[in-house]
């Protein structure tokens, strides 16, 4: 454990927006950023100090990252295991490897969530078609539920919902391509998410709980303060403490959760910023990025109190004008209120993320603001 200074370097593994709203964060604090990513002038080379073009598998683009930083983080959980491994026993990476072995294993994740006592959907390993078989003829596989790889789906990628009988012939064909986990299905009133941070130095701090609306399996809207009890968020936050603890994580985590009749069950967890923190940067003390950054660097970790309600909608390509990107006009009623916060990406495609809204007002004003944008 170290502590990282402004005016040192920070590494991070990945491109994308998260590491874009990350290095932000760390220049506004002073510190030197420089990221890896296989694509030329991605969204966070932008606003880097350095880019390392390269894929997430070249060691010798991951040893230059290595060589020019004073701490590597990441902005997502497949990287590449023998990069991993060679950071983590060469570079300083203070979420070190673990953590990340174990989120990024759908199975191995909810094992070891069950084992610290906390609630999770029931699941069902398959390790491939032919287990998949045994199981479909042991009647252990149930309606509703979800097939999921155990690894590299997000977003909606890598699952199928399985209604009935109907849909066994697509989920085998998955479980032929890879390793499954099988969930039972919720019966959730909310689905509801915390941001945790653990610093280097074992301090740990939450963000408030929000709500999450998704749409075809892609988060669309989350809303601070969550439409939930107090005693269901008090709940909530603690789980949320009790898995960064019980991982020993370091940085910002999300933590999925459902809201049910019977208390808090944990769906997933991811060990990086995450979409629904994003109401953050504008509506709290400190941002999720800010915080993660303080965290790798082993500062102090800021307050996370709320200036204010807000909701976060997420911006997709099918909701831009595709040949103008900068066309902002069918989301004229929320720029009175709204902090726009656009990734810098080259080409709007459907059901990609674009960028986000933060829509600083009383919830329900919020809604209505968005409702009238025409993509809710």
């Not at 998704?214 to 009790?242: C, F, G, Q």
């Not at 985590?253 to 504008?282: K, L, Q, W, Y």
């Not at 006009?329 to 709007?348: E, T, V």
Request: charged share 25%.
């Amino acid at each position: 454990m170290k502590t990282i200074h402004p005016y040192q370097t920070i590494g991070i593994i990945g491109g994308g927006q998260l590491a874009r709203m990350m290095c932000i964060a760390a220049k506004a604090m002073g510190y030197y950023t420089a990221v890896l990513d296989p694509t030329p002038n991605c969204p966070a080379a932008q606003v880097s100090d350095r880019e390392i073009t390269a894929a997430y598998d070249d060691l010798a683009a991951i040893k230059r990252l290595a060589e020019i930083t004073d701490v590597v983080t990441y902005e997502f959980e497949n990287i590449d295991v023998n990069a991993l491994e060679w950071l983590s026993d060469n570079a300083y990476l203070p979420q070190g490897s673990e953590t990340l072995r174990i989120s990024r294993h759908r199975y191995l994740e909810k094992t070891a969530i069950s084992k610290m006592g906390i609630p999770v959907a029931e699941f069902l390993l398959i390790k491939d078609a032919g287990d998949f078989d045994k199981q479909v003829a042991d009647k252990r596989v149930t309606f509703p539920s979800i097939i999921k790889t155990t690894t590299l789906g997000y977003d909606g990628k890598g699952q199928i919902v399985l209604r009935g009988e109907e849909d066994l012939i697509r989920a085998r064909a998955l479980a032929e391509t890879s390793e499954c986990i099988i969930e039972k299905f919720v019966d959730f009133e909310r689905e509801v998410s915390v941001i945790v941070a653990r610093s280097t130095t074992g301090e740990v701090k939450t963000f408030p709980v929000a709500e999450n609306i998704h749409i075809n399996n892609i988060l669309h809207l989350s809303i601070v303060p969550a439409r939930i009890s107090d005693k269901v968020a008090k709940e909530a936050v603690e789980v949320a403490k009790t898995i960064a603890s019980g991982l020993g994580a370091v940085g910002v985590m999300g933590v999925e959760m459902f809201a049910t009749a019977r208390g808090i069950v944990v769906n997933e967890i991811a060990p990086r910023p995450h979409n629904s923190g994003h109401f953050s940067i504008d509506a709290c003390i400190t941002s999720q990025f800010e915080q993660h950054v303080r965290a790798v660097c082993g500062l102090p970790l800021g307050a996370t109190d709320l200036h204010t309600p807000v909701v976060m909608v997420n911006i997709l390509g099918n909701h831009m004008n595709k040949e103008q990107l900068h066309d902002l006009s069918r989301f004229s009623p929320l720029l009175p209120y709204g902090k726009i916060h656009l990734y810098g990406k080259a080409a709007a495609v459907d059901g990609r993320k674009m960028g986000h809204f933060n829509v600083l007002d009383d919830v329900e004003n919020a809604l209505e603001r968005i409702k009238k944008t025409g993509i809710w």
